[in-house]
């Protein structure tokens, strides 16, 4: 008799990823199934964020719930980057947890699960050339992590201190398993790494030095592989050679994250970002100008330490220039055990409520401008998903979300869409080809 097993993964994509390992583990391992409702799961698992202080918040309210309604004998193991930096903390603060595992120490799900009360939270254990076991969430397309950790020290960021030091994993095993998706029917990639195009760098064996473009060009050799996708890419390593990859390479897709941050010079060095102002717009001029059909992305915060209204007006003005196709817009959260939470010039919250409020507002009237212009363009779409109301949706190859009337034969097809209808993050397109 197959156990249950029930996962609620919070954050990033590569939380998601982490996630798949850890099912992978269990299924192989210890006869798990995953279900869907926490109540009858022998085990449950919480995979959890640390970037903000809200997730952590929310993580001690969800662990009363699922420890009120589980099911006798049922455990319950905290995963991820919470995990790694509260530790202990977890089992003082919830004493019904069974288990705490860190962000780096994935692979250690199944030894964990035998040890009560396991603290495993290691950030400088590695574990990148771990061979998994394999399990995806969805069989049309599959995240694989290209490097674990951060060599970075922005000084607003957990995330060294959750997920460690950066080591590449090795080209090898990437390919092997992008081979391996493609021959199970998935037509598309997404490579993950908290920067990206820093690939290459330090491995942990003695491993052929391959950076970031090489190993797309060497991903793009796979026949049956139509699309790749990655992210996040730092805006310090967009050198000219990568820019010009992702340009002219058909199978890298059109969509590009950069993580601004801040445009102001002075709240980036305060950030420890490695970049200014006019770095970043010159990379954005150049990819626009070699890739006009490319969309762009970026992360801001308001409201860091410091931050002046000129400040904030310098962010306002990289909006205005870049005029961005989607931003992932925060007010500072202070973290602990980095840098930026001992800095004593706060900004007041009523302040950066209003700075997040003014830039939401101008992001808006940029992708309601950009959108309203997309009626009748026709991309092709890659089908993953089937929504409620016998809708279908997939992305273009440039990362618009876009949705058809259909049904779950569409779901691993690429088809093109003439857009009909416009909204802020869907669009809406009816098939003509
Ligand atoms: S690059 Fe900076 S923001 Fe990104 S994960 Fe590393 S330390 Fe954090």
């Known amino acids: 008799m197959s156990k249950k097993l029930f996962v609620e993964t919070l954050g990033c994509a590569m939380n998601s990823r982490d996630s798949e390992h850890m099912i992978a583990e269990l299924r192989e ?39 009120k309604k589980k ?73 694989i992590n290209i490097s ?70 060497r991903l793009s050799k796979i026949e049956k592989l139509q699309r790749i996708r990655f992210t996040s890419p730092h805006p310090f390593h967009m050198d000219d050679e990568f820019i010009q990859e992702f340009s002219t390479n058909p199978k ?13 010079n002075k709240v980036l060095k305060d950030m420890k970002r490695g970049y200014t102002k006019e770095w970043f717009i010159n990379r954005v001029q150049m990819l626009k100008s070699m890739c006009p059909e490319a969309t762009i992305s970026t992360d801001i915060i308001v409201g860091f330490p410091g931050e002046s209204d000129e400040d904030f007006q310098d962010s306002i003005d990289v909006m205005r220039q870049v005029e961005f196709d989607q931003i992932f817009s925060f007010k500072y959260s202070p973290r602990p055990e980095t840098e930026a939470e001992h800095f004593t010039n706060v900004v007041d919250e009523e302040v950066a409520s209003q700075r997040l409020n003014e830039l939401q507002k101008l992001n808006n ?14 991309y092709e779409v890659y089908f ?26 569409l779901l691993g097809q690429f088809r093109n869409v003439k857009i009909i209808d416009i909204g802020r993050t869907i669009l809406t397109g009816e098939i003509v080809a």
Do not use: W
Request: aromatic share 8%; charged share 30%.
């Open 71 to 143: 099911k006798p004998g049922a455990k319950i193991g905290v995963c991820g980057c919470t995990a790694s930096h509260l530790g202990e903390e977890i089992l003082k603060r919830a004493p019904y947890v069974s288990f705490v595992l860190g962000a780096r120490n994935v692979s250690k799900i199944t030894e964990v699960l035998h040890k009560d009360k396991a603290v495993e939270i290691d950030i400088n254990y590695d574990e990148s050339e771990f061979a998994f076991k394999d399990f995806r969430s969805s069989p049309f397309k599959g995240f």
């Open 29 to 67: 391992k210890e006869n798990y199934e995953v279900i869907d409702d926490f109540t009858e799961a022998d085990l449950i698992l919480i995979n959890t964020c640390s970037v903000r202080e809200r997730p952590v918040h929310k993580l001690f309210s969800e662990l009363g719930g699922f420890n």
């Open 252 to 264: 890298i897709c059109k969509s590009m994250h950069m993580p601004l941050q801040s445009g102001s």
């Open 365 to 378: 009237e940029i992708i309601d401008k950009k959108h309203s212009g997309l009626i009748g363009t026709t």
């Open 148 to 217: 674990i950790g951060c060599d970075k020290a922005c000084t607003f960021c957990i995330v060294p201190k959750t997920r460690g030091d950066e080591v590449s994993i090795p080209d090898s095993l990437i390919i092997r398993e992008a081979k391996r998706l493609v021959d199970s029917g998935a037509k598309e990639i997404f490579l993950l790494g908290q920067n990206v195009n820093n690939y290459g760098r330090r491995f942990s064996g003695e491993h052929e030095k391959v950076n970031f473009t090489e190993l797309l060009r």
């Open 384 to 409: 993953e998903t089937l929504n409620r109301d016998n809708f279908v949706a997939g992305r273009s190859n440039n990362n618009r979300v876009i949705r058809v009337d259909g049904s779950e034969e």
